[in-house]
């Protein structure tokens, strides 16, 4: 039982589509984040969600919307995709503020 | 935001022990953790050690802290091949948000 699941894993798309990646955990835990792993690998979070409120926004251009439609899930929409969106997105979550964070496997975003 | 530095590169032989180094800027962290990122595969919580103890030994690995120099270390005794990875120390501060180091390859050679 996967307990931070993401889908898609891989997705491989065009400058300028919308796209969305989802992320689901069934741990209970009341916060949920998106982290960004750019090709150097270094990680860097962009969002924060608390029992469905958003509590951090790091900075992120405006295309990139999430989405958490109860606590169990977030969503991340990204709009007019650009090149340098090419990363990899993990999810995580935890129970709450000085808990420890879990994270997904994941997503791969290639932008041709 | 926080700064979290490590070193880049460790090649390290089965059997040995290897020992990764990360320096860390917050002293009011609360937590700080050591991740695992195999190739093509997610981020593997591995271990973390709460902010007031200064050492942590979980099967083969052990964490240090040293508070006074805000330095972390993790050393993996007896390597494995399957040590191959990433690790990225981790702090946790601010709206309970973790800054990472830029991560430390470990090459095991068999």
């Known amino acids: 039982d996967t307990a931070v699941s993401q889908t898609p894993k891989y997705l491989v798309t065009q400058m300028g589509n919308d796209k969305s990646i989802k992320c689901e955990q069934n741990l209970g835990h009341d916060t949920m984040y998106w982290y960004k792993q750019d090709s150097k690998k270094f990680l860097k979070i962009m969002f924060s969600y608390n029992n469905k409120e958003l509590i951090i926004n790091e900075t992120v251009p405006n295309r990139f919307s999430p989405k958490s439609p109860d606590k169990a899930h977030l969503n991340l929409h990204i709009n007019s995709l650009e090149l340098g969106d090419s990363a990899v997105y993990f999810c995580?979550?935890?129970?709450?503020?000085?808990?420890?964070?879990?994270f997904g496997e994941g997503s791969w975003l290639t932008v041709v | 935001g926080e700064d979290v530095e490590q070193s880049l590169f460790l090649s390290v032989r089965e059997g040995d022990s290897s020992v990764i180094n990360c320096t860390y800027t917050d002293s009011s962290s609360t937590y700080l953790y050591w991740y695992k990122q195999e190739p093509g595969a997610g981020l593997q919580l591995l271990t973390y050690?709460?902010?007031?103890?200064d050492m942590k030994q979980d099967q083969r690995l052990t964490v240090l802290l040293n508070k006074k120099d805000k330095h972390l270390s993790l050393r993996i005794a007896d390597t494995q091949t399957g040590d191959s990875a990433i690790y990225f120390c981790a702090e946790l501060y601010g709206n309970n948000r973790l800054a990472f180091g830029k991560g430390n390859q470990v090459v095991v050679i068999p």
């Open positions: 050690i709460f902010s007031n103890m």
């Open positions: 995580a979550s935890s129970p709450g503020p000085g808990n420890t964070i879990y």
